[in-house]
């Protein structure tokens, strides 16, 4: 039994479908990768997911318990975060308090001990602090501790999306395009970063890429959408040899090495 | 000028700050506009002046109070707009600053639009300063928490907050909780220092006064809402040479300063021991000398402390250094 299992999920805006009858799982410690041509679907499969979008049909059924339709942040509490096409970090605040505001579960002080400055109030803040500061070293983005967010290169902006979407600790992260915008040698490196991701933090990944060397380089298993309906789910092997893939992408009649 | 013209300055400062803080913390830390703050004032200045003078409690008490129902009331209209996207919950609170005016205009229980004479003046400088002191202990532990920056965080990206599995409607309703309590308590202040309450003083101008303050100071300062508080107010009160004109120049004034300074007095930075005792010690150290090179550290070290903002952050940097650290900037 995988650690996500998506059951004949669908979504519809209006008339149109933007997912359809979409159902697969996610094993667990699997890194499983999301594609399709634009408009497909993907990044509406992860706001389903996550709980930004409400479920018109279908069930999303996360570490055994179902989660559709479940308030975003409940949804993150569960396990389960994620990053954004359009990166969406807290930008006018330092690399530091953008990784520390995230860390706010590690900490269970409440606002009367916070105002007060009560019990626990210092070793737990001290501790949030050793949090942010151990991730940021393992992310490599100590030295923009004091950077604001939005004046940092866009593949550190991307980093730390990734890094402040672990500092929640999830069990499942998701990706929604991390290597768009960079060059071959930065989506190289975070390759090699998702995998060791994967292996410190002892979380699964699901990503949706369009860059087919990241896909076919990490993934152990692959879901490709189309028209918002799911055309087929494999190894990178199966996919990259699959008509109908081919087809998706490149259009009828289009042969392989040709 | 005498003592007592330039006490009751204070005191007005001190009352308008109290609401100012409270509003700081909803707009400059959360993000959300209101323009119906003195509606919650209102209802702090009635409930507090009903429990002194119709039920005798001591000033304290009835202050928290009216605070504490200021902040119910609050609730119950975060409860209904705060899920809703977008300017309605700015539209919303405008609409209830106005509706509870109108109420209290017409109810003829606290003396209506007459106003209501004769409430005990119990409100003097040390209190008021007293009052604000606590205000801002409380509300700067507040802010530099984890419960303050998941606010912030609301305001900076609501939907990456939520990702984070931060409840947003949840940080909202308290922001506006305590602002509301904050406020409420001002309120109550008013009619112990004034001994007289009137609905016209909860307008709308009262409102956007508040908020004026708040943009003034800087978005998401504490000390730039002290600064702007004690600024504006005094204000008009300089102005008083301009007869007629004052409030044109007020206006003039406060336009002028927001275009020189759109981010506001302070920025967004705080004023902290730590940013002032940096100050003057590069004042010590620099002497006529090296003035140029001083120019140039400055500029460094606030471009390097930009954004930092848990507490250690300073407003040490001299109006030069912070003009050069934003051109350098670049936009996104």
């Known amino acids: ?258 | 000028m005498d003592w007592f013209y330039i006490k009751g300055i204070l005191i007005l400062s001190g009352i308008n700050l109290m609401a100012v803080l409270g509003l700081s913390l909803l707009t400059g830390f959360t993000g959300l506009f209101s323009f119906g703050h003195a509606g919650f004032m209102a209802i702090g200045a009635y409930t507090a002046a009903y429990l002194g003078v119709k039920m005798g409690l001591p000033l304290t008490v009835a202050l928290l109070a009216g605070g504490f129902s200021a902040g119910l009331v609050s609730l119950f209209i975060g409860k209904l707009t705060l899920k809703l996207k977008g300017d309605y919950f700015c539209i919303a609170t405008l609409g209830f600053g106005e509706a509870i005016r109108l109420i209290l205009d017409n109810v003829q229980t606290f003396g209506g639009a007459r106003g209501w004479p004769g409430i005990p003046i119990r409100v003097d400088l040390w209190n008021v300063a007293l009052v604000n002191v606590v205000g801002i202990a409380l509300l700067v532990n507040l802010v530099n928490s984890r419960h303050g920056r998941n606010m912030i965080a609301v305001r900076e990206e609501e939907l990456a907050a939520k990702t984070i599995g931060i409840d947003t409607f949840r940080y909202k309703m308290i922001s506006l909780f305590i602002s509301a309590v904050y406020a409420g308590v001002a309120g109550g202040l008013v009619g112990y220092y004034t001994g007289f309450l009137q609905p016209k003083m909860f307008s709308l101008n009262k409102s956007t006064e508040l908020t004026i303050i708040v943009i003034f100071g800087g978005i998401g300062s504490i000390s730039g809402s002290v600064l702007g508080a004690l600024l504006l107010t005094a204000l008009p009160e300089i102005l008083r040479a301009f007869a007629l004109w004052r409030l044109v120049v007020y206006g003039a004034a406060v336009i002028f300063i927001m275009i020189s300074r759109p981010e506001g007095l302070m920025g967004g930075k705080e004023i902290t021991w730590k940013g002032i005792a940096s100050l003057l010690q590069r004042g010590l150290r620099l002497h006529p000398a090296a003035k140029s090179q001083a120019g140039a550290g400055a500029q460094a070290s606030v471009g390097d402390r930009g954004g930092d903002r848990d507490g250690n952050g300073s407003a040490s940097g001299s109006g030069s250094g912070d003009r050069a650290a934003q051109s350098i900037k670049p936009s996104f």
């Not at chain 1, 070793?123 to 602090?129: G, Q």
């Not at chain 1, 890429?209 to 298993?221: S, T």
């Open chain 1, 1 to 258: 039994m995988g650690i996500l299992e998506v059951r004949n999920l669908t979504k519809t805006f209006g008339g149109l479908v933007a997912v359809g009858d979409v159902s697969f799982a996610v094993k667990r410690g699997s890194i499983s990768g999301l594609i399709g041509p634009n408009g497909a679907g993907k990044t509406t499969v992860f706001n389903l997911i996550t709980g930004v979008y409400k479920v018109t049909s279908g069930e999303i059924v996360f570490d055994g318990r179902p989660i559709h339709n479940l308030e975003p942040h409940v949804i993150a509490n569960m396990g389960i975060t994620r990053t954004f096409q359009n990166i969406r970090l807290f930008k006018r605040l330092s690399v530091y308090n953008n990784i520390l505001t995230a860390c706010h579960r590690n900490a269970r002080y409440s606002i009367a001990d916070a105002v007060l400055r009560l019990r626990g109030f210092k070793a737990e803040e001290r501790r949030m602090r050793e949090d942010a500061d151990a991730l940021m070293e393992v992310m490599g983005l100590t030295r923009w501790r004091n950077s604001v967010a939005h004046s940092l290169p866009y593949g550190v902006q991307r980093r730390l999306e990734i890094a402040r979407a672990l500092a929640v600790k999830p069990k499942l992260l998701l990706l929604d395009e991390p290597a768009a915008g960079m060059n071959p040698d930065e989506t190289q490196q975070l390759m090699s970063l998702i995998c060791r991701i994967r292996e410190e933090f002892n979380c699964t990944v699901l990503v949706i890429e369009h860059r087919m060397d990241l896909i076919m380089g990490i993934c152990e298993n692959i879901i490709v959408l189309n028209f918002g309906r799911k055309l087929t789910e494999g190894s990178p092997g199966e996919i990259q040899t699959d008509p109908r893939v081919i087809e998706a992408y490149l259009g009828e009649g289009a042969k392989i090495g040709a």
